[in-house]
């Protein structure tokens, strides 16, 4: 089955020890999302890549980086994570025909502890 | 810009009950809705859609109809089950299309 998969579904990290979150997809859609939600508000979005271009959420800071190798993987980079920074982090994907769908099919989320 | 505004929560039923969950918007023209349900633990899911006014999107026993009068989308069920317990979150696309305004999630306990 057509899905998004996210590894690892949990990571444990120490405070400012790098950590490196992955989103694969088999949909084969043109546009990729990382969110981070925190206990059960609206997913926020930190950034997205609209096949290769990337765009930036003006309120993301500038600990959290993308990097999307292939129409197939995703990944976030939390350079120096903070304990605000523990929540669920999200990754979707869209196929953008200009028809203003916008149907987004989300991963199972991976749940970031900070200690 | 869009914007969508959800009822607050949590909301808690007992199982066979009727349910209603408030979404309104405010939209240039008229874009797509959508419902989209968590389970604990789990992403998002999209429960269901409409794509123009008057339309009506259903599954697994829920509904919603896109309503430009009173510009809402209201989610409705006529007997919720305690599986029904879940965050449902009321979702619009931004005026780029692809990308998509949340509400603020309406959590819901069922109770048998």
């Known amino acids: 089955d057509a899905m998004v998969i996210q590894n690892p579904r949990y990571q444990v990290t120490q405070f400012g020890k790098p950590v490196t979150l992955s989103c694969s997809q088999t949909?084969?859609?043109?546009?990729m999302y990382w969110y981070q939600q925190k206990s059960s508000q609206a997913p926020k979005l930190l950034f997205h890549?609209?096949?290769?271009?990337?765009?930036n959420e003006a309120d993301t800071p500038d600990n959290f980086q993308s990097r999307r190798p292939n129409t197939s993987f995703c990944f976030l980079d939390i350079r120096s994570p903070g304990l605000g920074d523990a929540a669920m982090y999200l990754c979707?994907?869209?196929?953008?025909?200009?028809?203003?769908?916008?149907?987004?099919?989300f991963g199972p989320g991976t749940r970031l502890t900070v200690l | 810009g869009n914007s969508v505004t959800q009822m607050e929560g949590p909301v808690t039923l007992s199982e066979e009950a009727f349910l209603t969950i408030n979404c309104t918007y405010t939209?240039?023209?008229?874009?797509?809705l959508f419902w989209y349900v968590q389970y604990p633990g789990e992403g998002l899911q999209l429960l269901l859609k409409?794509?123009?006014a008057d339309d009506k999107g259903s599954n697994k026993g829920f509904e919603a109809t896109y309503r430009k009068e009173t510009t809402s989308f209201h989610l409705e069920k006529g007997s919720v089950q305690v599986s029904d317990s879940a965050v449902y979150f009321c979702?619009?696309?931004?005026?780029?299309?692809?990308?998509?305004?949340w509400g603020a999630g309406t959590k819901l306990i069922i109770k048998p």
């Open positions: 949909l084969n859609h043109n546009v």
């Open positions: 890549y609209y096949d290769k271009d990337f765009n």
């Open positions: 409409a794509t123009k």
């Open positions: 979707a994907t869209s196929r953008d025909l200009g028809l203003g769908l916008a149907v987004q099919f």
């Open positions: 939209a240039t023209g008229y874009p797509s």
């Open positions: 979702a619009l696309p931004m005026d780029s299309n692809y990308q998509l305004i």
